[in-house]
């Protein structure tokens, strides 16, 4: 079946500093990828998603490539801000609408 | 955006009694809505798949005689723990999509029973 493995958290960082949350997946077929980011209080939001090998997902900030050798789609920042504080979910996607989630990493940027 | 209410944002209730949990989308109609439930610390599970007039598909291990799913509207899907049981206290979540694309999550409910 299909999995999701996610870097274990939380991670705690200065702002500006460099982020990478690794993220490897397990899946049959063609699956898209997704980070969601649930801020404190709010549902999960997608911050940014890869529909097939090689696509590189990017928003806010935030990039994320579809490593099909690696079964990969790590998360990076170049420089994160304390307004990037939040838990931040990997997920896998089937045509049906079906999502398999990561177990969340929690991130937290101190001033 | 797409917003997805869930109401209540929490509930306490006592062992055996039963709870509905509503989800709504407020600004688009929802052929498929999901539910899923978080553990602290834990991923979101799928619990069950629901489209509006027909039953929902529940994922292996989901008793779907303890949580009844109805999805009666384009607009609205109701999660009914029944007879619950301190175990099912958790967070429960559900998202909605229109017909293709992106999914759009609730805020969840916070589900603790005593």
């Known amino acids: 079946g299909n999995s999701v493995t996610q870097m274990e958290g939380p991670v705690t960082l200065s702002e500006e500093a460099f982020l990478t949350i690794n993220c490897t997946y397990t899946a049959t077929g063609y699956p898209s990828l997704f980070w969601y980011v649930q801020y404190p209080g709010e549902g999960l939001q997608l911050l940014l998603k890869?529909?097939?090998?090689?696509d590189k997902g990017s928003n806010k900030g935030f990039e994320a490539t579809y490593r099909k050798e690696t079964t990969s789609f790590h998360l990076e920042k170049g420089s994160v801000q304390v307004s990037d504080s939040a838990v931040y979910f990997c997920a896998l996607g089937t045509s049906y609408g079906k999502l398999t989630f990561g177990q969340g990493t929690i991130l937290t940027v101190h001033p | 955006g797409a917003v997805v209410s869930q109401h209540p944002s929490w509930v306490i209730c006592k062992s055996g009694t039963s709870v509905k949990i509503e989800c709504r989308s407020l600004d688009f109609q929802a052929t498929t809505m999901f539910w899923y439930r978080q553990f602290p610390k834990q991923s979101l599970m799928l619990m069950a798949t629901s489209n509006e007039g027909s039953k929902a598909t529940y994922e292996q291990g989901v008793e779907k005689d303890k949580f009844l799913i109805n999805h009666a509207s384009l607009t609205l899907s109701t999660l009914t723990v029944t007879s619950a049981h301190p175990e099912d206290s958790s967070f429960y979540i559900c998202s909605a999509r229109p017909s293709e694309g992106e999914q759009f999550f609730g805020p969840g409910t916070r589900l603790t029973v005593l």
């Open positions: 890869a529909t097939k090998a090689d």
